[in-house]
């Protein structure tokens, strides 16, 4: 049976996010990178916390492409009133963004996906 493209284990985007979330806030364990769609984007409105979110746009010069999650995330928590729940990084015209789901434990990470699986 296909998958549709899901596997288990983390990329290095994902695992320089949770890196970078984890400097902020220890107590977070998983994450999970998600498409960022307009449904998606509607049911951010329904998590359990706050939702913060970065411009990759306005990364600096010495930041990588492969490091703009970890950079947004840092940027996320730094302008954000506590531990969010949800990271967004708003790509340009044309270029989906991406959505950084953030749990210090697995059932709530997996109650998030639920959350934002059911709103998409």
Request: glycine residues 12%; aromatic residues 4%; contains cysteine.
């Amino acid at each position: 049976r296909p998958n549709r493209g899901v596997r288990f284990g983390a990329s290095t985007t994902v695992a320089r996010a949770l890196l970078a979330a984890r400097e902020h806030d220890p107590a977070i364990r998983f994450a999970v990178d998600c498409r960022l769609t307009d449904a998606v984007e509607d049911a951010l409105a329904s998590l359990d916390g706050r939702v913060a979110a970065y411009d990759p746009g306005e990364r600096p010069d010495g930041v990588s492409d492969d490091a703009t999650a970890q950079w947004g995330v840092d940027r996320a928590f730094g302008t954000s009133d506590g531990t969010p729940v949800a990271v967004v990084g708003r790509e340009g015209v044309g270029t989906d963004g991406r959505v950084m789901l953030l749990a210090a434990d697995v059932d709530d990470l997996v109650s998030r996906v639920e959350t934002i699986g059911d709103g998409a």
